[in-house]
């Protein structure tokens, strides 16, 4: 059992920028693969990126493509997402979750995530 804690949403104005972070109290994050989703209401789960255990590997979806990054800091034991050019469309509730799989193509299916955290853009 991975338990996984995300934190950093918050309301911002499009355009802002916000960095999530995902912890892993107990458990060592650079042996699993790492992605990042969001659940709007009303809408189906969106995956947006995922980092690899093995290479570094790194997906992301193209809504957010140019515009969010992903990456770890082992010291710290945390997996981080960051969100420039945030747009109206961008609010959700963000996951993160460990993968079974993650290529530059896309992310394997789920196996632990977090509560999530939500993430509000409106002016």
């Known amino acids: 059992q991975v338990q996984l804690v995300e934190s950093g949403g918050g309301l911002v104005q499009p355009g802002g920028s916000l960095r999530l972070s995902c912890a892993a109290p107990g458990s060592t994050l650079d042996h699993y693969n790492i992605g990042w989703f969001r659940q709007a209401p009303g809408k189906e789960r969106e995956d947006l990126s995922c980092i690899s255990s093995s290479d570094g590997s790194t997906y992301y979806a193209d809504s957010v493509k140019g515009r969010f990054t992903i990456s770890r800091d082992n010291a710290k034991n945390t997996v981080y997402l960051q969100m420039n050019s945030l747009k109206l469309e961008d609010t959700a509730v963000y996951y993160c979750?460990?993968?079974?799989?993650?290529?530059?193509?896309?992310?394997?299916?789920?196996?632990?995530w977090g509560q999530g955290t939500q993430v509000t853009v409106s002016s």
């Open positions: 979750a460990t993968t079974f799989l993650c290529s530059e193509v896309g992310a394997g299916p789920m196996e632990y």
